[in-house]
């Protein structure tokens, strides 16, 4: 089991960049492949970021492609989010998952498939 915890969030103007975190504890950080969701107002929980067990591959929702950067530091058990060029459309609740079952190379898209989420950070783009 593992525990993860979002930090980083806040508000940042249309154009800014802002970086958050997730910090992880419990099992073998490694042994996790990593996603960052969003969820806005109304709106259902949404795929932006994923990074397999060691970094080896990367998968971006087409909406963040080319301004979010997803990284994870294994010593240091955490992974990241680099958002730049934010969009009001940005707005959301940011939530780290944790997917136990993937294998070294693997990432997973759906919600359905990460057994640990974070509690969430708020990310606020004012236009």
């Known amino acids: 089991q593992v525990q993860l915890v979002e930090s980083g969030g806040g508000l940042v103007q249309a154009g800014g960049s802002l970086r958050v975190s997730c910090a992880a504890s419990?099992?073998?950080?490694?042994?996790?492949?990593m996603g960052w969701f969003r969820q806005a107002p109304g709106k259902e929980r949404e795929f932006v970021a994923a990074i397999s067990r060691y970094g080896s591959r990367i998968s971006y929702a087409d909406s963040v492609k080319g301004r979010f950067t997803i990284s994870r530091d294994n010593a240091k058990n955490a992974v990241y989010l680099q958002m730049n060029s934010l969009k009001p459309e940005d707005t959301a609740v940011y939530y780290c998952?944790?997917?136990?079952?993937?294998?070294?190379?693997?990432?997973?898209?759906?919600?359905?498939?990460?057994?640990?989420w974070g509690q969430g950070t708020q990310v606020t783009v004012s236009s």
């Open positions: 419990g099992r073998t950080f490694s042994s996790y492949a």
């Open positions: 998952a944790a997917d136990a079952d993937a294998g070294p190379i693997n990432i997973a898209i759906p919600p359905r498939d990460y057994d640990y």
